[in-house]
């Protein structure tokens, strides 16, 4: 099978994310990596055991939909780079069988206008229930895979953009915008109490506890008197002149009465 995808990104930045094993992982469709999540990166070699290029390998479930019907595979999937090129093998055993099936897959990204090119070709060998599927439904799965891997793949490098964007936009962090309010001179430490209990203590020293506990409170915390009732005492000064003078009066009156009779 033979197929292009295409991202909107530059080639070299989707040569970065494609040796990113979290990223590549992340971006294959239905693919679930082990809770573990190690991945095995180390260097590849061919037949001859010479230097074949750089790689990982991630293990993990994949999920496969493929006409109107879901099989999971349990297994391993490598991707290895070498002069510009990227190889990919994977290997899985369906998690509800014993049937095992095998891709590789070659990958050549280029650039081209807008973006990059990746021509992809790959060969997989079927069996169990994947074989009782017809060629033509086997490779429209598979292309649909790489689409997805390709609308995924730019996702990814576009969320990296929106990141860049955000940190520009930031402004750099200020010092003296995390300083607490105030002066040296206004913040209180455990060795100097605040102006009103240095001035109880001023006033306590020298007294008894027996006064200070009995003592009224002072300052702020003084109690309100009363307010005086002059009025009241005002109409009691002259209420008694008043009531004399009415007394006398009717003393005068009532002799005076008795005389004529």
């Excluded at 055991?49 to 999920?63: D, E, I, K």
């Excluded at 009782?132 to 598979?142: C, I, K, N, S």
């Excluded at 020293?205 to 009995?214: C, L, M, P, Q």
């Amino acid at each position: 099978m033979e197929h292009e995808v295409f991202v909107p990104f530059p080639v070299d930045d989707v040569r970065r994310a494609l040796s990113d094993p979290a990223r590549v992982a992340r971006c294959v469709p239905g693919l679930q990596r082990d809770e573990d999540g190690t991945d095995d990166a180390t260097d590849a070699t061919d037949a001859a055991g010479t230097p074949a290029g750089t790689g990982f390998t991630v293990a993990g479930r994949l999920r496969l939909r493929i006409g109107g019907s879901t099989i999971t595979y349990r297994g391993s999937l490598r991707l290895t780079e070498h002069d510009g090129a990227y190889e990919l093998s994977a290997e899985g055993t369906e998690a509800r069988g014993s049937a095992t099936v095998s891709l590789t897959l070659s990958a050549l990204p280029e650039e081209a206008p807008g973006g990059t090119r990746v021509a992809c070709s790959g060969t997989v060998s079927r069996a169990g229930r994947l074989a009782e599927f017809d060629t033509r439904t086997a490779e429209g799965t598979a292309r649909r895979l790489l689409d997805r891997f390709a609308t995924a793949l730019a996702e990814e490098l576009a969320q990296d953009v929106r990141d860049a964007a955000l940190r520009d936009e930031l402004p750099p962090l200020d010092d003296e915008a995390f300083a607490p309010a105030g002066t040296p001179d206004d913040v209180l430490t455990e060795d100097e109490p605040p102006a009103e209990a240095a001035h109880a203590r001023r006033t306590m020293i020298g007294r008894s506890a027996e006064e200070v506990d009995h003592a009224p409170p002072r300052g702020r915390y003084a109690p309100v008197p009363a307010p005086e009732t002059t009025s009241g005492r005002a109409a009691l000064r002259w209420a008694a002149p008043a009531a004399a003078v009415a007394l006398a009066s009717a003393v005068v009156v009532g002799r005076v009465l008795r005389r004529r009779r």
